[in-house]
């Protein structure tokens, strides 16, 4: 069965330094979101991306962040500089169709913890 | 604006006793739910999902949860708990017309043998 794969599954990093989290949606999909959940909080969208641009994104997705798909086949968000706030697991999904209808499919996730 | 409220943060029962796990959600539009489970260190896993179809939706593993529009309730249901079915749970409405998702906070099953 098809699955959405995420790397790494845990990162470290310092305060300031950039990350990029990696993606691999499930290879017929067209639409990819990242979500993040912080510990203890809910999950929050962040982005949706469609045909190589941003279709939806939420007020916490600034400039700091950034997505794109690089190769066809992965999916990368990038923090530019992190912050300790932005410590949180982040998850990628895909989806075959957009709209509110369509079932979105979930990577494993990425911890990321900033120190 | 649109929400969701999981009405119980973690839920307990014994093994072969049925299992409730409430969600309340408001939306303007006509709304999509959902309802995800993820297992520890695992990725989010739908277990089923309302689309307008029909207000009785079943899901994979023996769940399935009723649309009711006049108690604004989408509730998880499964009449016999087994181990396998202790993990997180989340209701997700999505907003009508755009790709925004809103996740409940969760609810954790405890399941006792």
């Known amino acids: 069965e098809p699955e959405v794969t995420q790397t790494p599954s845990h990162q470290v990093t310092q305060m300031g330094q950039e990350v990029i989290l990696r993606c691999v949606p499930i290879s017929n999909h067209l639409y990819f979101y990242w979500y993040r959940q912080i510990l203890g909080q809910k999950v929050e969208f962040l982005v949706s991306f469609y045909n190589n641009e941003i279709s939806e994104k939420s007020e916490i997705f600034d400039d700091q962040f950034s997505v794109e798909r690089p190769d066809g086949s992965n999916f990368t968000l990038k923090i530019r500089s992190t912050k300790l706030e932005d410590s949180a697991m982040y998850f990628c999904?895909?989806?075959?169709?957009?709209?509110?209808?369509?079932?979105?499919?979930f990577g494993p996730g990425t911890r990321l913890t900033v120190l | 604006a649109q929400s969701v409220t999981q009405l119980d943060s973690h839920v307990s029962v014994s093994e072969g006793t049925p299992v409730l796990l409430r969600c309340n959600y408001s939306s303007s539009y006509s709304p999509s739910l959902f309802w995800y489970v993820q297992h520890p260190n695992k990725g989010l896993q739908l277990l089923l999902k309302y689309t307008s179809a029909a207000t009785l939706v079943k899901g994979i593993n023996g769940f399935e949860a009723e649309f009711k529009k006049s108690e604004t309730s989408f509730h998880l249901t499964k009449p016999s708990a087994h181990m396998s079915d202790a993990a997180e749970y989340f209701c997700v409405v999505n907003q009508g017309g755009g790709f925004k998702t809103i996740f409940g906070a969760g609810t954790r099953l405890f399941v006792k043998a």
């Open positions: 999904a895909s989806s075959s169709a957009g709209g509110n209808y369509n079932e979105q499919f």
